[in-house]
């Protein structure tokens, strides 16, 4: 089993992550850790939905992370970097970070490995012990560019449209703390594009990323435009050989709807070119709070770990 700790449970992705974990068949969360309001109250309480699966308590001083194998850090950013700062970390223990604030260009102290599991899968598997999770708009993104990017083919200007529903979700702390929608847009869009200098060496292309809200609450779309000259059908053929051993990314041949991604950990690509401007447009959509946060989360946990990529995120659509 894995033995796991959770610091910060006052957002929607932590309580999503809870709930992933105490239905994961491999793990045992022994702690949750909190500095907010909740402290001292039952797990159950703040979480919803986990009525009669766990008995926790939020624990009102910080654990020792000696009885741990990983803990996931769930605060804002000064939380975590205060976190960071306050515990006596064991050579060995492994942390996810889901605050954002080691990546890429955040800096911080540590090996951080970039999580995007589509990206890095090798490295996840292999090399990394402390992992940062992307931006939930930054890994739509790029999930939309990886196949052009890795094969070399990003070559003119990228206009990024996502559509998210910011006013509900940016209270529940998946913006970080003290920025504004405006600000938050320019770190998603300098995130895409340092990640994508990393797959394609030569990539130097401005990118542009708008904002818009959306009214479905959980789901989180993009769409990924720039000059293709490049044959549709064999563009297809490119993501379909990129994806095709990856667990959660799947492409899909009409125009994508809220049903088919909410309350799963998949996200689904809808490519659509227009043979006469040369212009391709990449739809990426997934549930925000899970493939977005939690659920990409608790994929990079399994890989860390040697466990298959699907254990505990065989997760239920929404069907309706």
């Given at each position: 089993m894995i033995n796991v700790g959770i610091v910060g449970c006052d957002n929607l992705r932590a309580a999503e992550l809870v709930r992933l974990l105490i239905n994961h068949p491999d793990v045992n969360l022994r702690w949750v850790w909190t500095t907010g309001a909740d402290v001292g109250q039952r797990l159950d309480s703040v979480v919803p939905g986990i009525m009669g699966e766990c008995d926790l308590v939020l624990e009102p001083v910080a654990p020792s992370p000696n009885g741990v194998d990983l803990i996931f850090l769930c605060g804002s950013r000064n939380q975590v970097v205060e976190v960071m700062s306050r515990l006596d970390l064991p050579d060995d223990l492994r942390i996810?970070?889901?605050?954002?604030?080691?990546?890429l260009d955040q800096g911080g102290e540590g090996p951080w490995i970039y999580g995007l599991s589509e990206m890095q899968r090798r490295v996840l598997v292999h090399d990394a012990q402390w992992v940062t999770m992307p931006g939930n708009v930054a890994m739509a993104s790029l999930l939309a560019l990886m196949p052009m990017a890795r094969n070399l083919m990003l070559n003119s200007p990228l206009t990024l449209h996502a559509a998210i529903g910011l006013s509900m979700l940016s209270q529940q702390g998946l913006t970080p703390d003290g920025m504004t929608q405006a600000q938050w847009a320019q770190d998603q869009q300098r995130e895409v594009a340092l990640a994508l200098s990393q797959c394609q060496s030569s990539f130097c292309q401005p990118v542009s990323l708008t904002l818009t809200r959306l009214a479905e609450r959980r789901t989180l779309a993009v769409a990924a435009r720039f000059k293709c000259g490049i044959d549709g059908e064999v563009v297809r053929q490119l993501y379909?050989?990129?994806?095709?051993?990856?667990?959660?990314?799947?492409?899909?041949?009409?125009?994508?709807?809220?049903?088919d991604v909410e309350n799963t950990n998949k996200c689904l690509i809808y490519i659509d070119k227009n043979e006469h401007t040369g212009e391709l447009t990449v739809h990426a959509v997934m549930d925000a709070l899970l493939k977005g946060s939690s659920g990409n989360a608790v994929h990079a946990m399994n890989l860390l770990f040697g466990l298959h990529e699907r254990v505990g995120l065989c997760l239920k659509g929404t069907g309706c």
């Open positions: 996810i970070d889901l605050s954002g604030c080691h990546n379909d050989q990129y994806y095709d051993d990856h667990n959660f990314v799947f492409m899909v041949d009409r125009p994508i709807v809220t049903a």
